[in-house]
């Protein structure tokens, strides 16, 4: 049963970092898809940024330039560096993972963690 578990969320003043961290536990295929989502006061849940086991990242428009997404396999980890903070990047950020390709859907994803609160003002 996989379980993730995200962490780092906070209040940080516009301009400001913050770092999100989760953490997996539980297999899932020796190919993957691990990812960062978020969801917005009013808006619908949206991708941040994915990475998969071999290596390739991708990010939306939104957070290129200014997050770095990583993964630690051996900690089975998921970082989210994110600078230059905005009030408009104050959202619920999701982890989320699965066995197969990535996709900018998060409806593709098996798994899903519980939430970090990320507000910025």
């Known amino acids: 049963h996989v379980q993730l578990v995200e962490s780092g969320g906070g209040s940080v003043q516009a301009g400001g970092s913050l770092r999100l961290s989760c953490v997996r536990s539980?297999?899932?295929?020796?190919?993957?898809?691990v990812g960062w989502f978020r969801q917005r006061p009013g808006k619908a849940r949206e991708a941040v940024a994915s990475?998969?086991?071999?290596?390739?990242?991708s990010y939306a428009e939104s957070a290129k330039g200014r997050f770095t997404i990583s993964h630690d396999d051996d900690a089975n980890r998921l970082y989210l560096q994110m600078r230059s903070l905005t009030p408009e990047d104050t959202a619920m950020y999701y982890c989320?993972?699965?066995?197969?390709?990535?996709?900018?859907?998060?409806?593709?994803?098996?798994?899903r963690g519980q939430g970090t609160q990320v507000t910025v003002s």
């Open positions: 539980g297999a899932i295929s020796n190919n993957y898809c």
């Open positions: 990475i998969d086991s071999d290596g390739t990242i």
């Open positions: 989320a993972a699965t066995g197969g390709p990535c996709s900018w859907l998060g409806t593709d994803y098996a798994f």
